[in-house]
């Protein structure tokens, strides 16, 4: 990043002539063309040579998430902007859809100074936020400890979705779920219920299709098939394990009567009203806080460096004995 | 709101000069001094004056709903914003909790021109909403003519409820619902219920509490012990359906073995997922659009006036025949 004391130097005239001219305060128009050539010539815009003045922060931070329509994001939603208000920021909301152009609008916005920083939950290709040396805090997925991140301890939540299972009698497991190309966090919930069922002898089965998938439905009826006794399933998460209830009862097999199922993320419609399935919950109150704490540690300081992985926890949705 | 002109006149100087100011550019200090003095005596902020600018958008909306963890809600914010987008605009999120204190910062922060208008959906006294004269649009609650707002027919989404529970087979019909004491457009559910009621000679009851209110599955077990006939149930929203349908569950009665129910919104979970009860759906995205459409023209035009009801649509979520 271009610095005002190279801009001085390139226009010839004092730092103090440079920031006059960056914050539009009254100065002689020779040395206003002589410092806007400079800005040219380096190619920096104004905004990227202020972004380093306190005084221009927006207090406004970017929250981009794959979508608001969806109960786990918007609560992610709800809570940062409470915390953020907390300490007098506002929320600029995006809706990536997944979609890497619209998170570089962002952080587009980012550079031009709109905004003082940005948290996102993405599963695309985040090179750019790192590469942009901006403050930054990525929720869900991890990367390196060079990139701020706040995630829940996905490993243990797996072990502990199979011990619920096992505590309330459950014999025959099964984990269904999905993964896609990229290493992401949620590949630990799988790893942690494999590794506490095979310390614990607990028979298990796995289904773990590649994303995007088909047939679901057929690999869930056939397994059925092949292994009537399953009477313990841990979905990859709880939208996922609602599916899985709607399937089975393709093949008169019901929740509580014949089997009990443990999804992940701690879905609820809203604040008020109860679990959608029971559920190995994420703390997502606890993220949302945890990662305004570090993004504003990152906006003070820009070598603040912080990754926080949070406890979950067993949620009864009424589909467990 | 004082116009740069009543500016130039106290400060005896050029319009010009007041716009060099309030812009930040280069002008004599003894013109600052008065255009300042002049600004001080009439009580205007800078930004009050500078919000005349088109330069000075933001391209920013607020939008405050009571909070976006909530399915109707969420979905709002999800149109809103990709509507937004199309036309270049940022979307600020504001969970107001119901809370006129955190609407009114957001309305202060219009007022400093950090934000171009607002959206709202709030069930708050908005006097200061219309007194403010800044761009602004309602959702769902209707005020005057004078008041921008787009809601859903109600009335009329009421009476389709009506009638398809009878066309698809129910005798006995009843409207579960609560109100507030300020006027709202969802009281006109009720009302378009029971004109259909009334006009084709259907037995129907109602249920009506005020809010808040504490026992609502005591009034329901109560009907239903006093009718026992009671098969085709209109509920005021989607929420409400699914909380009827767990407290029947208490008695023994289940959606589509003993009765019928229909909810209004139209909640999904996400976009991809079914409705979570049949359902007068509005049209969110309608919605959505409309809003954003009809803020932009306030925006661009102050006197700009529009109200707009978008028609209803039953959807089939699985709770009735």
Redesign the interface.
Known sequence: MTTMKEVAKEAKVSLGSVSNVI???????ET?RKVEAAIEKLNYEKNDLASGFKTNR?K?IG?IIP?????FF??I??YV??YL?EDGY??????SNGNAG?ELQYIQ?LRQN?IDGIIAITYSDIEMYINSKLPFVSIDRIFSTNVNFVASKNYEGGRLAGKTLVDKGSKNLIFIGSHNKFVNATMDRRKGFVSFCKENNINYEVIDLLEPYQGLDLEIKKAFAKNPKIDGIFALND?LGLDIIKILEEIDRYPIRDYQIIGFDG?????E?DY?ISTIAQPISGIARKSVEILLKNIEDENHKENAYLPVDFKDGGTTW
Do not use: D, G
């Open positions: 914050n539009n305060k009254p100065v002689r128009p206003k927006t406004t929250l979508t608001v329509w969806h109960p918007s609560q939603a709800f902007e409470k208000l506002k929320l600029l909301l995006c809706n619209s916005l709109m939208f879905i609820k419609l809203s604040f009203r959608v």
